[in-house]
């Protein structure tokens, strides 16, 4: 008796802001592409993201980031994810990014980075994909 | 396979999480697993969370978690949400109630989805409880999904059942129907701040002075696990227990140390009068029992052929077989093959 391999998506919002509609437009929606989206909410801390990441065994940590403060969060998360042997997470951003961060942020490990308008379906489209890819090879 | 047995037993987290995962996927790996950590459980202690969507459940856990810790006890979190019957997808929500453990080594919060299982457990919940118990976390808090009226399953899997209720939310009828208040060990009446709390903690402790409720066996339509434990003596016999009613606040922790002393009073009482052996026994047998049911049946419809089965659905259909008739007519011919 076996399932399939759910894909497993960790959705958290660091940092102080208090916008959470975004957030949770996307949860529902990749729970509606078959996905098993663990929702912490808001003020999430980079060490409570790891913590929660490695507890819960994602595939994918989406972070929805609409303070600005995506250069300070990201490298401590990605840096906390690797030192928790986490580093076959792939993290994805949601939110404002200005142009000029997006290289940056990509160069540090982010696997996609999402603005304001994007499509929920090719959102969920490059999870599988990505996800699909990591999978085989890990083997 | 093997190595993220032995970490786990190393004490590494990751290795529980992952096998976690292999766990709920239900993959041959994961039973080759399980095989290694049996012999290594038994010893957590076992306390299931249940009531409707909105309770407080999520919330009580996170206080009944942090009291634990205060006392020095590790604590293993299942908190389980439903998975959509239309799309197999699940928002899982739980954690967020759940965020003052942040950052505590001793506590490991894992959200699980029903996956198509209705009894408001997700299927692979013994097992997963296997592996956090196997890990060395000494409570496990099983938190179920919203229940309504029959969602019973979380009897079998916890050794203490509470049964989580706010305010406002029926009157005396419901409070006598059948179903998720008899398996109860311990009712609690959580937004005990609530000016009507005290309509619901009346109305409960009616229902209590209406007698005990025949509890001995709350799985005894499962014939195989009747044949092998069968119901113990009567209560009548043996040291009752009355189940108490715990008021809590448990978005302002308040109440949850005298609930986590009615728990340890209930665990007391499993140990005095016998029943937690027989206890054991039971969930024993009626997990042997669901799980020989679900191999039969995979077994069985691998030999149906998919043909002969349409055909029959087309009989039924037209009326001219019924359904149990065509049941009896799969088994003889299942017993041919």
């Known amino acids: ?87 076959d997470v792939k993290v994805i951003i949601g939110g404002i990014v200005p142009d000029d961060d997006i290289q940056a942020l990509k160069a540090m490990g982010v696997a996609a980075i999402y603005g304001p308008g994007a499509n929920t379906s090719s959102i969920a489209d490059d999870i599988r994909q990505m996800v699909q890819a990591a999978r085989s090879h890990n083997g | 396979m093997a190595d993220l047995v032995e970490a786990l037993l190393g004490g ?94 001793g506590v490991f919060i894992r959200s699980m989805a029903t996956r198509g299982s209705l009894g408001g457990l997700a299927r692979a919940t013994d097992d997963a409880i296997c592996a956090l118990d196997a890990a060395g976390f000494e409570i496990i808090l099983i938190e179920t999904v919203g229940t309504g009226q029959s969602e019973v399953d979380i009897a079998r899997a916890a050794h203490t059942t509470l049964v989580v209720e706010a305010p406002g939310l029926g009157d005396e009828v419901q409070a006598i129907k059948a179903g998720i208040l008899e398996i109860a060990d311990i009712l609690v009446v959580n937004k005990a701040d609530r000016p009507d709390a005290q309509n619901t903690v009346r109305a409960l402790q009616t229902m209590l002075d209406l007698g005990p409720a025949y509890r001995s066996n709350p799985w005894h339509h499962q014939s195989l696990s009747g044949i092998l434990a069968p119901p113990p003596e009567s209560e009548a ?100 093959c």
């Open chain 1, 1 to 87: 008796m076996t399932t399939e391999q759910k894909i497993r998506v960790l959705i958290a919002k660091p940092g102080l802001d208090g916008h959470d509609r975004g957030a949770k437009v996307i949860a529902r929606a990749l729970r509606d592409a078959g996905m098993e989206v663990i929702y912490t909410g808001l003020r999430q801390t980079p060490e409570m993201i790891a913590e929660a990441a490695l507890q819960e065994d994602v595939d994918v940590v989406g972070l929805s980031i609409l303070s600005g403060a995506h250069m300070a969060l990201l490298p401590r998360i990605l840096e906390l994810l690797r030192a928790n042997d986490l580093a």
């Open chain 2, 12 to 105: 590494s987290l990751r290795a529980l999480a992952r096998l976690l995962t292999v766990i709920q996927n239900e993959t041959p790996e994961a039973r080759a697993a399980l095989a290694r950590l049996y012999p290594h459980s038994g010893r957590a202690y076992r306390v299931g969370i249940t009531g409707a969507p909105g309770t407080g459940k999520s919330t009580l856990v996170n206080s009944l978690a942090k009291t634990y810790r205060e006392a020095g006890r590790t604590v293993g979190i299942l908190a389980v949400d439903p998975t959509s019957p239309f799309t197999g997808g699940a928002v899982l929500g739980d954690r967020l109630r759940m965020r003052d453990l942040a950052g505590d080594q």
């Open chain 2, 237 to 336: 016999e043996s040291e009752a227990w009355q189940v108490p009613i715990v008021q809590t606040v448990a978005v302002d922790n308040w109440g949850t140390d005298a609930l986590a002393e009615a728990i340890e009073m209930h665990h007391a009482y499993l140990g005095r009068s016998g029943k937690f052996r027989v206890w054991e026994r039971q969930r024993l047998a009626a997990e042997l029992s669901a799980r020989l049911e679900s191999a039969l049946l995979e077994r069985f419809v691998a030999r149906l052929d998919t043909e002969r089965l349409l055909a029959l659905l087309d009989d039924l259909e037209k009326r001219r077989i019924d359904p149990q008739s065509a049941v009896e007519t799969l088994l003889k011919e299942g017993d041919r």
